[in-house]
């Protein structure tokens, strides 16, 4: 069994409310050098939730967090060495302001295969 450290991608639709819907998962094991994600690829359940999100801009801002999320596991050496856990690493790429698109608090599992942790926490966190 292999303990992991995940967090949820929200996107926040209000502040004052805290209104906000589950839209991507990121595993991290950094014994193994694991860095997965997993996002919504449309934004049809957001919409449903909130009539007047701009829902194509947030899909490809999140394709646009992946991607600096990719670019930094292909630097693994560096990536390990300077980052100890995943809030270090998420809160560099996206870090913690006012904006709508927010990680929650790094949470922990245990799986012996974690790609199909990653898979089972989006469908059951997220499911598009």
């Given at each position: 069994?292999?303990?992991?450290?995940?967090?949820?991608?929200?996107?926040?639709?209000?502040?004052?409310?805290?209104?906000?819907?589950?839209?991507?998962i990121?595993?991290?094991?950094?014994?193994?050098?694991?860095?997965?994600?997993?996002?919504?690829?449309?934004?049809?359940?957001?919409?449903?939730?909130?009539?007047?999100?701009?829902?194509?801009?947030?899909v490809?801002?999140?394709?646009?967090?992946?991607?600096?999320?990719?670019?930094?596991?292909?630097?693994?050496g560096?990536?390990?060495?300077?980052?100890?856990?995943?809030?270090?690493?998420?809160?560099?790429?996206?870090?913690?302001?006012?904006?709508?698109?927010?990680?929650?608090?790094?949470?922990?599992?245990?799986?012996?295969?974690?790609?199909?942790?990653t898979?089972?926490?989006?469908?059951?966190?997220?499911?598009?």
């Amino acid at each position: 069994m292999k303990k992991f450290q995940y967090q949820i991608v929200r996107y926040l639709h209000d502040q004052i409310t805290g209104e906000f819907v589950n839209v991507g998962i990121i595993v991290f094991h950094p014994e193994s050098k694991f860095l997965e994600a997993k996002y919504i690829k449309r934004h049809h359940r957001i919409s449903q939730f909130f009539k007047n999100v701009n829902g194509d801009f947030l899909v490809s801002t999140l394709r646009n967090f992946n991607q600096e999320l990719m670019i930094e596991n292909r630097r693994l050496g560096e990536l390990f060495s300077n980052h100890a856990t995943l809030d270090s690493i998420t809160s560099s790429i996206l870090p913690k302001d006012d904006s709508a698109l927010v990680c929650t608090p790094v949470f922990q599992g245990l799986d012996i295969d974690l790609s199909k942790a990653t898979e089972d926490l989006f469908n059951r966190l997220v499911n598009e």
